[in-house]
Nanobody, 123 residues
């Protein structure tokens, strides 16, 4: 069982930066690949970034490549999403999620979810 708690969301102006954190409980955190997803009002939940269990492989949605960076610190059981050059279209609730084995891009592939943190980017 893995419990996930996101933090770090907030209101930022376009061009600004935020760093999201996802703290995981459970001794088997190191076995899980982690993903960040987001969901804007009226839209489906979409993949943003993922990192495998070792931290050696990452994958990004085209819309955030070059602007967002996912990382993990297994000593702290925490995954991060550094978001730079934010745009109004990045406004959404951001969720972290965990799954066994490889990174996945579909929400249904993930077994555990956090409660989400709101990111709002003003123009």
């Amino acid at each position: 069982q893995v419990q996930l708690v996101e933090s770090g969301g907030g209101l930022v102006q376009a061009g600004g930066s935020l760093r999201l954190s996802c703290a995981a409980s459970g001794r088997t955190f190191g076995r899980y690949s982690m993903g960040w997803f987001r969901q804007a009002p009226g839209k489906e939940r979409e993949f943003v970034a993922g990192i495998d269990w070792s931290g050696g492989t990452t994958h990004y949605a085209d819309s955030v490549k070059g602007r967002f960076t996912i990382s993990r610190d297994s000593t702290k059981n925490t995954v991060y999403l550094q978001m730079n050059s934010l745009k109004p279209e990045d406004t959404a609730v951001y969720y972290c999620a965990a799954k066994i084995s490889r990174i996945g891009v579909g929400p249904l592939e993930y077994d555990y979810w956090g409660q989400g943190t709101q990111v709002t980017v003003s123009s």
